[in-house]
């Protein structure tokens, strides 16, 4: 590996071990340190002292310094510092980039990894495979998921998980459901069935969807994220009551906190099929509404024409304090205008 600024050596050369007392002052530090300050200031003892050569200091460094400055450019610096970065540096690579604005940056690092002679592991692939999600580059996915096979990775739940989710990204569902399919029930969990119905979705496949969420229902006792994205397929397709047999199975009978996430799926559901009158029932029954309640509700008044309610609506959210979004000013908007009321 070629590094663009080699750590300086120093004089006393010592050997440390990852349960050397030495590192814990250190580590301690890190772990209670809250001012970017004292960060540099820990940086630059390492460095000095030689401790940053070992990879167990050098790993908690790195995780470090972008829990501190949030700048990723700053922690690629580091990195590249790191004479033989260990898997646990590759993947926090891997995964800040991967949850950048710039995803690509996760494709480099891994072809640097490999290009060292570094095997990703378990935790490695669903970075990297979420990179490839968000680039749509089907083609490198492929070629990692020949490599999972290789790695005998093909049984472990978390990457086939993301292998779903970067098939269906890319749009290759018949390829994501191919996965799942070969995934056995003993070894998916609700994350398999969530993907594979987020994948469905994703690509307008809304009965789909809902034929695995019913499949689901048989096996095993969905969560949240489940219920919503079935919650979604109903709005979608207009289905009024599938999505209330849904909603009085799974919310009423078997006790779903209505929280704002559920909320909002239920109000927007209810919205889409016609039923603003059930999409308030759900709004007042929800504890705390942030703007995503607000603005379904509001939605949903707009959807049947009922635009005097939904600028009601909107006043009475501003009188809460609640601060509209981009989606709510649309809405308004809309409202507004058939009212002749813009002014």
Wanted: glycine share 6%; net charge neutral; hydrophobic share 40%.
């Amino acid at each position: 590996m070629r590094f663009p600024c080699p750590i300086p050596k120093t004089h006393h050369k010592r050997t440390f071990s990852t349960r050397n007392n030495n590192f814990a002052p250190i580590l301690d530090l890190l772990e209670n340190g809250t001012h970017p300050n004292h960060f540099n200031q820990i940086l630059c003892h390492t460095i000095v002292t030689g401790q940053f050569s070992d990879p167990f200091v050098s790993s908690k460094i790195l995780f470090h310094s972008f829990s501190h400055n949030f700048d990723l450019a700053f922690s690629r610096t580091i990195f590249f510092q790191i004479q033989n970065p260990n898997i646990f540096a590759w993947n926090f690579m891997l995964r800040a980039y991967c949850y950048s604005s710039s995803p690509e940056g996760a494709i480099s690092i891994y072809n640097l990894m490999r290009q060292n002679n570094v095997l990703p592991d378990n935790y490695t692939f669903p970075f990297i495979l979420k990179a490839c999600g968000r680039l749509s580059s089907s083609t490198k996915g492929q070629e990692l998921h020949s490599l999972t096979f290789i790695l005998g990775l093909e049984l472990n739940v978390f990457v086939q998980n993301a292998l779903i989710s970067m098939y269906s990204l890319c749009g290759s569902v018949l390829t994501a459901r191919r996965v799942f399919d070969e995934l056995p029930l003993v070894a998916s969990d609700a994350v398999t069935w969530n993907s594979m119905m987020s994948g469905y979705i994703e690509n307008d496949l809304w009965i789909e969807s809902l034929k695995l969420f019913k499949e689901f229902l048989r096996s095993s006792m969905p969560n949240e994220i489940t219920l919503v994205s079935a919650l979604t397929a109903c709005g979608r397709l207009g289905y009024f009551g599938l999505g209330r047999v849904f909603h009085g199975l799974l919310v009423v009978c078997k006790g779903f906190d209505l929280d704002v996430f559920l909320g909002s799926s239920l109000i927007d559901m209810y919205g889409k099929c016609g039923h603003p009158e059930d999409a308030r029932n759900v709004f007042d029954r929800i504890p705390e509404r942030n703007v995503v309640c607000w603005t379904s509700m509001i939605g949903s008044y707009c959807r049947s024409d009922m635009f005097k309610e939904a600028i009601d609506l909107f006043r009475e959210m501003q009188f809460n304090g609640v601060e509209a979004d981009s989606p709510t000013v649309a809405c308004i908007i809309s409202a507004c205008g058939h009212m002749g009321a813009l002014d």
